[in-house]
C-alpha cells in the first residue's frame, strides 16, 4: 500500500540552529499538509500545500511541495524550544478519502 | 472553535475484553477518522467514514470494528483486546477531504490491555 516516509526519525538541535524535515510518498498527493504534535497532545494542523512546486511561509517555517507532488519539505530557521514537537505530513491518496500520515520527525530543541 | 472529545484519555483494559472507544465532534463534519499512533510508525490509519452508516477499511484494521450510527459520532471497537493493541488512538474529523480541509484531532486515548 501506499507509503508515506518522513527523515530524520529524530532530530536534536540548539536552539538558534535551523532544523528540515523531509517527507516522502510512494505515490503522487493530490495534496499535502503539516501537523504538528506538541508533547503530551494532539496533532494540530499547520498548513496544506497543493499546487506542484508551491512554497508557502508562515514566519519562521517554510513548507515546500515537490514538482512530482510525492515530496515535501517544512524548514524552521533559528529554532527556538517551542518548537519542540513530533511534525508529520499527511494526504490524501487520490480520488479517495483515506488519508495518509508519514511516521514523523520528533524535535528537540537544546536551550 | 472545532472540537473533537474522546470518551476517555487513559484506559485500562484485560486481554480478551470488548473496548469501545467513542468519538464525537460538533461541527457537523462529514468525515471521521481512528488512527492509533505508535513510535517510529507516525499515525496508522484503522478505519474512516464518510457518511453516516457508511465505513471504509483504512491500513491496519485487523482486530477492529467501527460503527457510525449518527453523524457525530464515530465508535472504534476492539472486538477481543490484546496486548498487540495497547497504543495511543487518536479520532479526527473533517469537514470534506476531496475540498482539501485540515482534520481536527480528539486529546487521544492511550489504552493499556494487560
Known amino acids: 500500500g501506499q507509503q508515506v516516509m518522513q527523515i530524520p526519525q529524530y532530530q536534536h538541535v540548539q536552539e538558534g540552529e535551523d532544523f528540515t524535515t523531509y517527507c516522502n510518498s510512494s505515490t503522487t498527493l493530490s495534496n499535502i499538509q503539516w501537523y504538528k504534535q506538541r508533547p503530551g497532545g494532539h496533532p494540530v494542523f499547520l498548513i496544506q500545500?497543493?499546487?506542484?512546486?508551491e512554497v508557502k511561509k508562515q514566519k519562521r517555517l517554510t513548507f515546500q511541495f515537490g514538482e512530482a507532488k510525492k515530496n515535501s519539505s517544512l524548514h524552521i530557521t533559528a529554532t527556538q524550544t517551542t518548537d519542540v514537537g513530533t511534525y508529520f505530513c499527511a494526504g490524501p491518496t487520490s480520488g479517495t478519502y483515506k488519508y495518509i500520515f508519514g511516521t514523523g520527525t520528533r524535535l528537540k530543541v537544546l536551550a | 472553535d472545532v472540537k473533537v472529545t474522546q470518551s476517555s484519555r487513559y484506559l485500562v483494559k484485560r486481554t480478551g475484553e470488548k473496548v469501545f472507544l467513542e468519538c464525537v465532534q460538533d461541527?457537523?463534519?462529514?468525515?471521521m477518522f481512528w488512527y492509533r499512533q505508535d513510535p517510529g510508525l507516525g499515525l496508522r490509519l484503522i478505519y474512516f467514514s464518510y457518511d453516516v452508516k457508511m465505513k471504509e477499511k483504512g491500513d491496519i484494521p485487523e482486530g477492529y470494528s467501527v460503527s457510525r450510527e449518527k453523524k457525530e459520532r464515530f465508535s472504534l471497537i476492539l472486538e477481543s483486546a490484546s496486548t498487540n493493541q495497547t497504543s495511543m488512538y487518536l479520532c479526527?474529523?473533517?469537514?470534506?477531504?476531496?475540498?482539501?480541509?485540515?482534520?481536527?484531532f480528539g486529546q487521544g486515548t492511550r489504552l493499556t490491555v494487560v
Open positions: 500545500l497543493v499546487k506542484s512546486g
Open positions: 479526527a474529523s473533517s469537514l470534506e477531504w476531496q475540498m482539501n480541509t485540515e482534520a481536527f
Open positions: 461541527m457537523d463534519h462529514e468525515n
